[in-house]
């Protein structure tokens, strides 16, 4: 059984960085393609960051790019979410997600697997 565990995430002023980690357990984590998703209160669960098998390519929604930075360490199996100059507007529960497409990446139906989420509030 694939398991998703998130961390990182925190109340911090805007600004002010995080890195969301999200470790891999019960299954092959290089064969999957991963993501972190948001989900603020009264909205849709929305697209932040795509990082395809190998590490590359990478995608972004336009709203946070050039400020988060999707990684990747198959030895450790885990995925990253470097946040920098978070905005109050970034405040939302974070999730992590496996097993999608590159072709699909921004669709959350295309993927597997999910973590529980982990909460990120930026203050003004």
């Known amino acids: 059984q694939v398991q998703l565990v998130e961390s990182g995430g925190g109340l911090v002023q805007a600004g002010d960085s995080l890195r969301l980690s999200c470790a891999v357990s019960?299954?092959?984590?290089?064969?999957?393609?991963m993501g972190w998703f948001r989900q603020a209160p009264g909205k849709e669960r929305e697209f932040v960051a795509a990082?395809?098998?190998?590490?590359?390519?990478?995608y972004y929604a336009d709203s946070v790019k050039g400020r988060f930075t999707i990684s990747r360490d198959n030895a450790k199996n885990t995925v990253y979410l470097q946040m920098n100059s978070l905005k109050p507007e970034d405040t939302a529960v974070y999730y992590c997600?496996?097993?999608?497409?590159?072709?699909?990446?921004?669709?959350?139906?295309?993927?597997?697997?999910w973590g529980q989420g982990t909460q990120v509030t930026v203050s003004s």
């Open positions: 997600t496996a097993g999608g497409s590159m072709t699909y990446y921004s669709d959350y139906l295309r993927y597997d697997y």
């Open positions: 990082i395809s098998r190998s590490g590359d390519p990478k």
């Open positions: 019960g299954g092959t984590f290089r064969r999957y393609a």
